[in-house]
């Protein structure tokens, strides 16, 4: 099992960008991966994921501004997020998820404001 830690967070204004990163202490080959942002008062919610395999899934809300990606050989995972609005106010976790665990991190906030 990895251990997560995420970091980027902070404050920005509506329309600016934040880059958030997640380190995972052992390999990230093979491992399912995810953004999730939980408001307060909702449910944790699924942001955007990469597989296993590279492929990559978004929320409908942020299709178009948010871009995950990862880069295996440093073992992290990065969400850059674009054109940020205030409903994207949130505390961001990352997640992995292999066959035989599952691991969060322990969460990034995220404020958008004027």
């Known amino acids: 099992q990895v251990q997560l830690v995420e970091s980027g967070g902070g404050l920005v204004q509506p329309g600016g960008s934040l880059r958030l990163s997640c380190a995972a202490s052992?390999?990230?080959?093979?491992?399912?991966v995810g953004w999730y942002r939980q408001a307060p008062g909702k449910q944790r919610e699924l942001v955007a994921a990469?597989?296993?395999?590279?492929?990559?899934n978004y929320a409908g809300s942020v299709k178009g501004r948010f871009t995950i990606s990862r880069d295996i050989a440093k073992n992290t995972v990065a969400l850059q997020m674009n054109n940020l609005k205030p409903e994207d106010t949130a505390v961001y976790y990352c997640?992995?998820?292999?066959?035989?665990?599952?691991?969060w991190g322990q969460g990034t906030q995220v404020t958008v404001s004027s």
């Open positions: 990469i597989t296993s395999g590279g492929s990559t």
């Open positions: 997640n992995a998820r292999h066959p035989t665990w599952v691991s």
């Open positions: 052992g390999s990230i080959f093979n491992i399912y």
